[in-house]
């Protein structure tokens, strides 16, 4: 009963292709994120998602685009990828209201761009 | 605007030693700090929040407002503490937004 899931773990694309990263959380939480780590380890929020509202977008390109269709999943769809894209990207959920800061994480998902 | 700095990229100690993993923040509001950790093939997950004040698997971290630093500290490491160790700081709206410092890679040396 994995609480937060992602697929696929591992992703291997051209430069300009399309591509979709999924995520899906069972713990009832009304907040996902996702976050981009890249090859330094670092790791940087990109979006969050509270009800089906954007509520926060840190100076990522428009070329990624977070879709929730529901609560429950938020997926990160990525165009045209760039060679720059490639890094491990985690998603995350919270309840926002409970405790502060403790955001649970999926495995991450490998995307490397070629 | 929000940073955590974490100066220590890689760190390793041998067993039974203490441990200190460093962290140091800036942000103009009243901060929550947090250590979160990345044991080899595991999830991210949370390790401890400063406002708790708690200790777990034998850690601990005091927020200190004038050196603007939340340290992580352990006594007597263990092979088990070999992870990565990442500080963050929420931004206290209403999303939970955490965000993160560089990470530590601590290796307890047998």
């Known amino acids: 009963d994995t609480a937060v899931s992602q697929t696929p773990k591992y992703l291997v694309t051209q430069m300009g292709n399309d591509k979709s990263i999924k995520c899906e959380q069972n713990l009832g939480h009304d907040t996902m994120y996702w976050y981009k780590q890249d090859s330094k380890k670092f790791l940087k929020i990109m979006f969050s998602?509270?009800?089906?509202?954007?509520?926060i977008n840190e100076t990522v390109p428009n070329r990624f685009s977070p879709k929730s269709p529901d609560k429950a999943h938020l997926n990160l769809h990525i165009n045209s990828l760039e060679l720059g894209d490639s890094a491990v990207y985690f998603c995350?959920?919270?309840?926002?209201?409970?405790?502060?800061?403790?955001?649970?994480f999926g495995e991450g998902s490998r995307l490397t761009v070629l | 605007a929000q940073r955590v700095t974490q100066p220590e990229k890689l760190l390793s100690v041998f067993k039974g030693a203490p441990v200190e993993l460093k962290c140091n923040y800036s942000y103009s509001g009243s901060p929550e700090l947090f250590w979160y950790v990345q044991y080899s093939r595991q999830r991210l997950q949370l390790l401890l929040r400063?406002?708790s004040r708690e200790s777990i698997k034998g850690f601990t971290a005091d927020l200190n407002k004038g050196e603007t630093s939340f340290h992580l500290k352990k006594p007597f490491a263990q092979e088990e503490d070999s992870a990565m160790y990442y500080c963050a700081l929420t931004d206290q709206t209403g999303a939970n937004n955490l965000f993160f410092g560089t990470g530590t890679r601590l290796t307890v040396i047998p």
């Open positions: 400063h406002i």
């Open positions: 998602y509270n009800n089906k509202e954007l509520i």
């Open positions: 995350a959920s919270s309840q926002v209201g409970g405790h502060t800061g403790e955001l649970f």
